[in-house]
């Protein structure tokens, strides 16, 4: 069964399940053992960081036949904490893995202008910073479409077989409130806080403390000693994972 899942980030220490910390994947198994009466493991989409936050994140595993995604939804909101919440559920073919199978992953970060930006109802949900220079956030943006190399632009972690990275659309939009700037980013995968290391360094271009050519060898470097600090979890948002339609049952 394919659970798409929103939360608010700021309670968890992330998605992955972890022995001494809350997590989004452990409340989620342990509301779905409840009702299955048995272990379920779950796989998601992707790991989001402690504090980032979900309105469509993905996840997939094996649920008894008794329950229909309509009843499954039901009785999962019904034991999930409020920061949780299943918006839908359907059945996919065998073999689906919902990690392996993306094809496209959309990412939203949100920054705000305002001097209430700061305020504790808002902070929690966004980047409260002074205005910035929004045509060098734009070309900025465009520098990272296509395919490229984004070691320079994560977080080091475990060798992997490659680096490289499809960036179908990267863009800044003014938000619907007016109240600030959002980062919209389409890939086929992201490296670990890819998205914060990229919003963090292209903050510090339109802010006028590194030069817009610093971008073009971020994304020639092969490691990440030369990029400015991530920008906070708590403005980014994972907001939809795309998946081939062959795997809907």
Sequence with gaps: MLLLLHYD??????????????????????????????????????????????????????????????????????????????????????????????????????????????????????????????ALLARAAALLEGVHDFRGLSAAGQPKPHYRCHVHEARWQARDDGAGLEFWITADRFLHRMVRFCVGTMVEIARGRRPLDDLAALLASEDNQAASPPAPPQGLFLVTVRYPGEWYA
Excluded at 35 to 59: F, M, N, P, W
């Design 9 to 134: 980030g700021g309670g968890f220490a992330g998605w992955q399940r972890q022995r001494s910390a809350r997590t989004v994947q452990g409340d989620l198994e342990a509301a779905l053992e409840r009702l299955a009466g048995c272990r379920v493991s779950i796989v998601g989409s992707g790991r989001t960081d402690a504090g980032v936050h979900a309105v469509g994140q993905a996840a997939s595993g094996p649920v008894p036949e008794r329950w229909t995604p309509s009843r499954l939804v039901r009785a999962l909101n019904a034991l999930l904490p409020p920061d949780l919440w299943v918006a839908s559920a359907c059945r996919m073919n065998p073999g689906f893995n919902p990690r392996k199978h993306a094809t496209e992953r959309t990412y939203c970060y949100r920054i705000g202008f305002e001097p209430s930006a700061r305020s504790p109802f808002r902070r929690r949900f966004e980047w409260a910073l002074s205005a910035l220079d929004v």
